[in-house]
């Protein structure tokens, strides 16, 4: 097993390795020491293992309740999050309680703004489960909901209280949602570590999975310990996410996955950088063919014009524009401020 600490408003430790979820309420009490807990779920996952997570935390002395809510980005609304109050309002949750996101993205997501907002702030531990959530979204803090124009445009930065990543889990996921994470952990290395980009191009992570998840979220922490509210450097994690935010909306949601969208982001935003003569060349290429070793997609037919006039409903645009990441090369990213009247002509290819 190995611990990663993150460094943050909140000091909290991210454990990785086999056997997590049987364990949960072992290491929840060594930290936390919790009377009563809800485990937040959805109807995929919760059938799988919220009774083993219960179990877990019934065994080391804490109450526990589970709310199950149906899956799909579709439910990441308020009116799931008011559903979430009442359960933790019926299981008498306090301050000194937890709430506890066992799922992927989304249940992590929704489950950290209820906690967030909930009595004005009550811990919260994450137990994702998909390779999406290992590798990306357990970690930093970013909480949140979508509203119909736009994504996670209603959030919080609210930390978990601890990460338990079971590297166990990700042997039951079907195909695509592994390659659905596998976007995220290539997006790591194109913004900061080449030579873990290289792993992913020439060997099969199978092989170094739980390395990958390590460094994937060392990665993060790094970069979260230094801008913890995305003011600066915490931006570069939104490579290929302007244009992989705006395929999603212009998807409805519905019929792609976020990695899909963000395999697409990633190559659309470096095909733009070669362009510009800001990337070096054949990087784009490179994006593609791993991306593609991992059965994601690359192209969209949408237009630049529905690309960019989606892509101004994006919650990181600014009063005038988007600060777009681009990569000089793997591993090397940056900021490039853009315009909103010059996106279009900038993403044309």
């Given at each position: 097993?190995?611990?990663?600490?993150?460094?943050?408003?909140?000091?909290?430790?991210?454990?990785?390795?086999?056997?997590?979820?049987?364990?949960?309420?072992?290491?929840?009490?060594?930290?936390?020491?919790?009377?009563?807990?809800?485990?937040?779920?959805?109807?995929?996952?919760?059938?799988?293992?919220?009774?083993?997570?219960?179990?877990?935390?019934?065994?080391?002395?804490?109450?526990?309740?589970v709310?199950?809510?149906?899956?799909?980005?579709?439910?990441?609304?308020?009116?799931?999050?008011?559903?979430?109050?009442?359960?933790?309002?019926?299981a008498?949750?306090?301050?000194?309680d937890?709430?506890?996101?066992?799922?992927?993205?989304v249940?992590g997501?929704?489950?950290?703004?209820?906690?967030?907002?909930?009595?004005?702030?009550?811990?919260?531990?994450?137990?994702?489960?998909?390779?999406?959530a290992?590798?990306?979204?357990?970690?930093?803090?970013?909480?949140?909901?979508?509203?119909?124009?736009?994504?996670?445009?209603?959030?919080?930065?609210?930390?978990?209280?601890?990460?338990?990543?079971?590297?166990?889990?990700?042997?039951?996921?079907?195909?695509?949602?592994?390659?659905?994470?596998?976007?995220?952990?290539?997006?790591?290395?194109?913004?900061?570590?080449?030579?873990?980009?290289?792993?992913?191009?020439?060997?099969?992570?199978?092989?170094?999975?739980?390395?990958?998840?390590?460094?994937?979220?060392?990665?993060?922490?790094?970069?979260?310990?230094?801008?913890?509210?995305e003011?600066?450097?915490?931006?570069?994690?939104?490579?290929?996410?302007?244009?992989?935010?705006?395929?999603?909306?212009?998807?409805?949601?519905?019929?792609?996955?976020?990695?899909?969208?963000?395999?697409?982001?990633?190559?659309?935003?470096?095909?733009?950088?070669?362009?510009?003569?800001?990337?070096?060349?054949?990087?784009?290429?490179?994006i593609?063919?791993?991306?593609?070793?991992?059965?994601?997609?690359?192209?969209?037919?949408?237009?630049?014009?529905?690309?960019?006039?989606?892509?101004?409903?994006?919650?990181?645009?600014?009063?005038?524009?988007?600060?777009?990441?681009?990569?000089?090369?793997?591993g090397?990213?940056?900021?490039?401020?853009?315009?909103?009247?010059?996106?279009?002509s900038?993403?044309?290819?």
């Open positions: 097993m190995k611990t990663l600490t993150v460094h943050t408003s909140k000091e909290y430790d991210v454990l990785i390795g086999k056997g997590l979820l049987d364990r949960a309420g072992d290491e929840v009490q060594k930290r936390l020491h919790p009377a009563k807990a809800v485990i937040v779920t959805d109807s995929n996952v919760g059938p799988l293992y919220a009774a083993a997570v219960k179990r877990s935390l019934q065994t080391r002395g804490i109450q526990a309740a709310f199950t809510f149906p899956a799909g980005e579709a439910q990441k609304r308020l009116s799931t999050i008011s559903e979430m109050y009442e359960v933790f309002a019926a008498g949750l306090t301050r000194g937890l709430a506890v996101a066992l799922g992927g993205g249940t997501d929704m489950c950290g703004f209820a906690s967030a907002t909930y009595l004005r702030g009550i811990p919260f531990v994450q137990i994702p489960t998909s390779l999406l290992q590798v990306d979204s357990s970690v930093g803090g970013k909480t949140g909901v979508d509203l119909e124009v736009g994504k996670n445009l209603v959030g919080a930065f609210w930390q978990p209280s601890l990460v338990l990543c079971d590297t166990g889990v990700l042997s039951t996921l079907p195909g695509r949602y592994f390659s659905d994470g596998m976007a995220e952990a290539i997006k790591a290395g194109c913004i900061k570590d080449k030579d873990l980009f290289a792993r992913m191009e020439t060997e099969d992570v199978h092989d170094f999975l739980e390395d990958m998840i390590a460094r994937c979220i060392d990665i993060k922490r790094q970069v979260v310990e230094n801008d913890e509210k003011q600066g450097e915490r931006m570069l994690l939104n490579f290929g996410h302007t244009l992989g935010h705006a395929i999603e909306r212009l998807y409805h949601y519905e019929g792609i996955a976020h990695g899909e969208a963000v395999a697409i982001g990633m190559v659309r935003a470096a095909l733009a950088g070669e362009k510009a003569g800001l990337t070096q060349p054949g990087t784009a290429a490179r593609q063919k791993v991306a593609e070793k991992f059965s994601l997609p690359t192209e969209t037919d949408f237009s630049c014009e529905e690309l960019a006039k989606a892509a101004f409903t994006d919650k990181k645009r600014s009063a005038n524009g988007v600060n777009f990441v681009l990569l000089h090369a793997i090397d990213s940056f900021i490039r401020p853009t315009l909103l009247n010059e996106l279009e900038f993403i044309e290819i």
